[in-house]
Structures are given as C-alpha cells and as structure tokens.
C-alpha cells in the first residue's frame, strides 16, 4: 500500500493502522511546489521540507520506506494556475478540492499502480463502504471533523482503491494514538490555510505570481449606481463586509464580482439570500447517473450543515439546484455536494 504522508497527525496514523493491520506499506510525501514556484525566495526554508521531515521520521520510527514523490509541474497545472485564473475569472475557487481530485487520487494512484501497489492510504476523515455493486462515499465518524465534502469528485475506481483508515476514529483518539507511539507530530496542529498561500494574502499571491497588478474598478449598487471605488475583484468574495473600504449607513455586503466591466456589486444582506443555481462538472458517486428531480440534502460550503434542495439534472454533467430555504452568500466557484444522510450522493461546481 502506498501511504501519502504530509507530516501531519493524521496521515501518521493512518499509517500506523495499516502497518497494524499486517499491511506492506510504503511511505510517500508528494512535493507540490518549489519555493519559486509561490513567491518564496529560493534562501528561505520551506515549511513544506519540515513537513518532509516529520513525515520521514514517522515513517522511519515504523520501519517503513519512504520516498518523496516530485508533482511539481502537475500540481502547479492542475491545482496553482486553476485557482488563479478562477479568481481572475471572479470565481471563488477550492484548491484543496482540486488537490485530491488531480493530485492524491490522480497522479498518486497511478503511480501506486505503476509501482503494482494494491491502493492508496491518506489521513481523511471519511468512509467508503461497498454496497449493490456501488462504492460509497461517507461522512466520518466523527463529523465535527468530517472531510467527504473535498471528495466529492471521487471516481469508483478511485475509491476501489483507497483506504481511509480514520474514518471510524475521532481527532482525539488520533492523538492518543499519535502520542502514545511517541510520533513527532503527536501535538503538530492542523493546517488551516492553503498550503501554497503562506500568509493568506490570496491577492497579493495572484498579482505576484502572475507579474501583472489587478486593476481597480467600480463598486456598484444593485441599481448600477456607482458607490465608489474597490482595489481589485480578486480582493473580494460574496458574502464579505470586512475590507470594503466604504462607509454606508447600513452594513453593505459583496453581492457579485462582474469582470467584464470590472465592477463589485454590494449589498445589503437580506439581498444575499438565494434558493437556486446551477452547477456543472457534477460527478455521481451513490448512483450512476439521474434522470429525473430528486429530493435529497445539499451544502454549498465546507463548514455547512446541509439544507433540503430540489435537484433537477439538465445535462449530463450539469444540475438546477432549487433549496426549499434562500442560503446566504452562493458563491461561483464554490462547491455543492449533495448527501443522503451520510453518503455523498455526488458534487459540481456552482457556476
């Protein structure tokens, strides 16, 4: 089994279960970037080489072998030009999303199968469960830490081949486990930001990394009345108050980013509430395929408890979402995943 370890808590252990288990496993950590690569100069120290190196460790204290696996060039295509050019585009993009789907469960799994490795082995919190000749894709146990809304674009083939061995675990008993085996990153914390955005800074990242500064424009009304002037779309998200700039005499939100006409429409936030979208590259995991409406739960942002939709499909990779109650703040780019309980019944992207 080819174990993807990032240094963190969770792959560590995830490791340690399998080899638990009587499993030959082999220990890997994808290099995604190079420092040029994200605006770090070539004399700083990476956070991701200690990464590296508690993932190594880990895998030594185990007794398993280890290799870094250079994804580079794939990850700066696949995952850092998608997430710029979808905010250039005013998109709200998830790379971590992007991540699994082109990195983890693409080009890991093929190079398990290259290497005549059985499956994969990542730190998620998740299940997948076999059921009527079908792979399912569940919440984890533990849901206050549940990962199956970053999966959602999980093939059956992909999830034949993957194991996730937390799934049943909660973060404590990771821990426990962690420290218990006297792992280096026992008490590492979580990583919260995007891993190529050091400082969170999204638009200084993108001005940076493409050599070009984004251009100020109109913030608008709903009406088209000019309020006044914004620093860059790529600085703003729907749903966002904060960092405006302005003063109104009510509090005024990001509505929309138009980039045609370089504006940003603010408003007020009652008129942030929405019942429908559409979505596309939808990818069916719980059925092959719908043909009619269907009833079923959906979430339009990761930390979202899910809310009752009608979902229509329209083509064969795109849906009409239709929620029974307006949702606050639906952001293109964003992703929408749709539950039965706790399967994903499949996910796209909201458009």
Same mark, same amino acid.
């Given at each position: 089994?080819?174990?993807?370890?990032?240094?963190?808590?969770?792959?560590?252990?995830?490791?340690y279960?399998?080899?638990?288990?009587g499993?030959?496993?082999?220990?890997?950590?994808?290099?995604?970037?190079?420092?040029?690569?994200? %605006?770090?100069?070539?004399?700083?120290? #990476?956070?991701?080489?200690?990464?590296?190196?508690?993932?190594?460790?880990?895998?030594?204290?185990?007794?398993?072998?280890?290799?870094?696996?250079?994804?580079?060039?794939?990850?700066?295509?696949?995952?850092?030009?998608?997430?710029?050019?979808?905010?250039?585009? %005013?998109?709200?993009?998830?790379? #971590?999303?992007?991540?699994?789907?082109?990195?983890?469960f693409?080009?890991? @799994?093929?190079?398990?199968?290259?290497?005549?490795l059985? #499956?994969?082995?990542?730190?998620?919190?998740?299940? $997948?469960?076999?059921?009527?000749?079908?792979?399912?894709?569940?919440?984890?146990?533990?849901?206050?830490?549940?990962?199956? +809304?970053v999966?959602?674009?999980m093939?059956?083939?992909? @999830?034949?081949?993957?194991?996730?061995?937390? %799934?049943? @675990?909660?973060?404590?008993?990771?821990?426990?486990?962690?420290?218990?085996?006297?792992? /280096?990153?026992?008490?590492?914390?979580?990583s919260?930001?995007? #891993?190529f955005?050091?400082?969170?800074?999204?638009?200084?990242f993108?001005e940076?990394?493409?050599?070009?500064?984004?251009q100020?424009?109109?913030?608008?009304?709903?009406?088209?009345? /000019?309020?006044g002037?914004?620093?860059? /779309? $790529?600085?703003?998200?729907?749903?966002?108050?904060?960092? $405006?700039?302005?003063?109104?005499?009510?509090?005024?939100?990001?509505?929309?980013k138009?980039?045609?006409?370089?504006?940003?429409?603010?408003?007020?936030?009652?008129?942030? +509430?929405k019942?429908?979208?559409?979505?596309?590259?939808?990818?069916?995991?719980?059925?092959?395929?719908?043909?009619?409406?269907?009833?079923?739960?959906?979430? /339009?942002? +990761?930390?979202q408890?899910?809310q009752?939709?009608?979902?229509?499909?329209?083509?064969?990779?795109?849906?009409?979402?239709?929620?029974?109650?307006?949702?606050?703040a639906?952001?293109?780019?964003?992703?929408?995943v749709?539950?039965?309980?706790?399967?994903?019944?499949?996910?796209?992207?909201?458009?």
């Amino acid at each position: 089994m080819l174990i993807a370890m990032s240094g963190g808590v969770d792959s560590s252990v995830a490791a340690y279960i399998m080899k638990q288990r009587g499993c030959d496993c082999i220990g890997v950590t994808m290099k995604l970037f190079d420092n040029e690569d994200i %605006g770090m100069g070539s004399d700083k120290t #990476c956070c991701s080489l200690a990464d590296t190196q508690d993932a190594r460790n880990v895998a030594c204290s185990m007794d398993m072998p280890f290799y870094v696996l250079n994804f580079a060039e794939d990850f700066k295509k696949q995952v850092i030009d998608r997430f710029v050019s979808a905010y250039q585009k %005013g998109a709200t993009p998830n790379p #971590c999303i992007d991540c699994n789907r082109y990195m983890k469960f693409e080009k890991l @799994l093929d190079r398990a199968e290259q290497l005549g490795l059985d #499956c994969i082995v990542t730190g998620h919190y998740a299940r $997948i469960e076999y059921s009527d000749d079908r792979y399912l894709l569940k919440k984890a146990a533990d849901t206050t830490k549940d990962q199956s +809304y970053v999966l959602y674009s999980m093939t059956q083939r992909q @999830l034949s081949r993957t194991v996730f061995p937390l %799934g049943e @675990l909660c973060k404590s008993e990771v821990r426990r486990i962690a420290a218990e085996q006297g792992f /280096i990153n026992a008490d590492k914390g979580d990583s919260q930001d995007i #891993c190529f955005v050091r400082d969170g800074d999204y638009a200084g990242f993108i001005e940076n990394y493409t050599n070009t500064e984004c251009q100020s424009g109109d913030f608008v009304d709903t009406h088209g009345n /000019i309020l006044g002037r914004h620093k860059g /779309i $790529i600085r703003y998200t729907v749903g966002q108050r904060r960092g $405006i700039g302005l003063s109104f005499d009510s509090p005024m939100y990001v509505l929309s980013k138009c980039t045609d006409n370089n504006t940003v429409t603010l408003c007020q936030g009652d008129e942030l +509430y929405k019942k429908s979208f559409d979505a596309d590259g939808f990818n069916w995991i719980a059925i092959s395929a719908a043909d009619a409406p269907m009833r079923t739960k959906a979430k /339009i942002r +990761y930390n979202q408890v899910e809310q009752w939709a009608t979902v229509t499909p329209t083509g064969e990779d795109t849906v009409h979402v239709e929620f029974d109650q307006p949702q606050r703040a639906i952001a293109k780019g964003q992703a929408v995943v749709l539950y039965d309980g706790d399967i994903v019944v499949g996910g796209g992207v909201i458009k």
